[in-house]
Structures are given as C-alpha cells and as structure tokens.
C-alpha cells in the first residue's frame, strides 16, 4: 500500500504576546521597521495600532508617537522633521520632530480661496551633515493655487512663501501664472537639488514641475513632462532633476536637459523598465501609481488601489517590499 505524500508542516505561529515584545523593540529612529512590520500580517497592524501597544511603546521610547486625526496630513518628511497639515482648518502647519516630540506651530502664510497645496521643510543650519538635525534651524516652504477669483484666461496662479524658524516670520508671496488651470499636488513628495525646490503640477493627464529658488526665493515653471499623469520629481541618474511616472505597465525615467547650441530646454527619456516581470500575479493588470520616493536613492514607492504599495529599488530592479 502506498503511503500518502507527506504534507509541509507550516510553521507554527507566534503568540501575540510574544509578537508584542518584539515589536516593542523596533527602534524608534527607524520608522521604517514599524511600516514594515504593519505589512506582514493584519495581526501585526491591529497589535502596532492598538492603544495599550502604543502606550507602552511611548513609555519606553518617550513617547514619540502621535495618534494622527484623519484630518491631518502629513505633507512632508526631511532632515528628521515632518510637516502637518489641517486639511479644511486652513489654519497652521505643525513641524514636528519624531525623536524629541517637539512641536512647533505656524500660522499660515497670507492667503486668499486656497485651492490645493503642498509644503517641505528642510534643515537651515549652514554645514550641516543632516545626521543629526533636532533643535536646530530650519525652513519651510508652502505653495498654493487659488480656488477662483484669481483666474485669468484659463490660468491659475500659483503663490509661495518661505518660513524661517531664526526669524519667525514668513517670507513676501510670491507667485506665478500656471495655464490651463493646473493645481499643485498635496499628494506628491517635493525634491530638493541644491538651492532648489520642485513640486508636481497636475493639468488634466499632464504633468508640470514648479520650481521654488530658495535663495531668491522665486517660482518659475519647467512645462510639458510628456504626457505622463502622477510623475514624482526625484534626482536622475546624471545628477539632473528628473521624474519617474508608470504608465501601462512599464514605469519611465526622464531627464531634464538644459538647452545648449541654441537648442531648447527639454525633457529626454532615460529609460523605461517592463514591471510584469517584477510584480507577483496580484499585481499584475491593475492600475498603478508612482506615489513617494526615498530621497537620495534610487528607491520608490508604487500604489495600486487593489493590492497597497510595494517598493521597487530602480537600480537592482527588485521588488523590496510586496502588501498583496
């Protein structure tokens, strides 16, 4: 008689006590350890988002959470800060350390029928490494277009302002005219390159990147990234900025080049990568958005509204992370 094929045995599962003590010491200057932990299992999540967890998570690492409001949003994360938006207040920003929990309030700049926004806060501190920014100075930028009134042949305007915790104060708006009615992005990440600040511009499947001089503080427009919908600004592979974006299935790196010889400014297509390949069947034929990037590296973060976010590393082309 023939015996029966033996069946894998599945590892046994760990009990959610024990589960909790390791969770308890992800270390909290790694943010990124607790999203990770979230994706692996729902029993997971529910444990890193239950109130007892947290209050003794707080108590061991001095208490370094916060409970967001769904009405707050967090427009921004640099140089260990993170910048907070009331999204219908319209009142103030919060700039606020992780490590230290410390808050620091600000009024809104002057501003009339704000439509969509977006904001970056980044170290002011001259020579500084980033290593180790908490309780120095530092800048924040907010960018806004108007919901009517300032409408001129189809054209929005856009206005910035820069705050500085060494002063207090803000900045005097600037602005710019934007055709067509386009709106900046609250959902995208901004991009630093030197002196420069870059945020994306939505017209209708099209996208622009506006550009913030932070010495002069002045805006200006760099038009027409071809006809890619939800790019992201990030550092191309030459040191330019740059932007990636998916479309179908195959995700498109671009560079901007600067006119030379009388030739015009212009976006130049770096390469294109197929995702199939890449992604588990789950992912495959659904739609898919580039949504965050980590700064300085060659690592995004791609939603789909089926399957979550996954992380794709550009430069080995593997898959990182996978929330199937």
């Not at 949504?291 to 080995?316: A, C, H, M, N, W």
Request: proline share 6%; hydrophobic share 40%; net charge negative.
């Amino acid at each position: 008689m023939t015996r029966p094929p033996c069946r894998r045995r599945l590892p046994p599962v760990l009990m959610e006590d024990l589960v909790e003590e390791i969770l308890l010491r992800l270390p909290p200057d790694e943010p990124a350890h607790r999203v990770h932990a979230a994706l692996v299992c729902k029993s997971w999540l529910r444990i890193l988002h239950d109130s007892a967890f947290l209050r003794r998570y707080r108590s061991q690492v001095g208490a370094l959470l916060v409970t967001p409001e769904r009405q707050w949003w967090a427009l921004d994360c640099r140089h260990h800060r993170v910048l907070i938006f009331h999204i219908y207040e319209l009142v103030e920003l919060i700039v606020w350390d992780p490590i230290t929990d410390e808050k620091h309030h600000l009024p809104l700049p002057p501003h009339s029928d704000m439509s969509h926004s977006n904001g970056a806060v980044l170290c002011a501190a001259d020579g500084c490494d980033h290593l180790n920014c908490h309780g120095g100075t530092y800048h924040v930028v907010f960018v806004w277009t108007t919901r009517h009134g300032l409408v001129v042949d189809g054209e929005h305007v856009a206005r910035a302002s820069m705050y500085s915790s060494e002063t207090g104060a803000w900045s005097a708006v600037t602005s710019i005219a934007i055709e067509n009615g386009s709106n900046v992005q609250m959902v995208k990440p901004s991009l630093v390159i030197g002196d420069t600040l870059y945020f994306s511009i939505s017209q209708d499947d099209d996208m622009h990147m506006l550009k913030f001089d932070l010495g002069g503080r002045t805006l200006s427009v760099i038009v027409d990234t071809p006809g890619m919908h939800g790019a992201i600004p990030m550092i191309a592979e030459d040191g330019r900025l740059g932007f990636v974006a998916v479309l179908d299935d195959s995700i498109y790196s671009w560079s901007w080049q600067a006119g030379t010889h009388g030739n015009s400014a212009r976006w130049v297509r770096q390469w294109m990568m197929d995702l199939v390949p890449l992604l588990p069947n789950c992912h495959r034929k659904t739609m898919r958005e580039v949504i965050g990037l980590v700064e300085g590296t060659q690592t995004i973060f791609i939603y789909s509204p089926r399957v979550g976010i996954f992380t794709l590393d550009l430069k080995s082309q593997q898959i990182l992370l996978r929330a199937c």
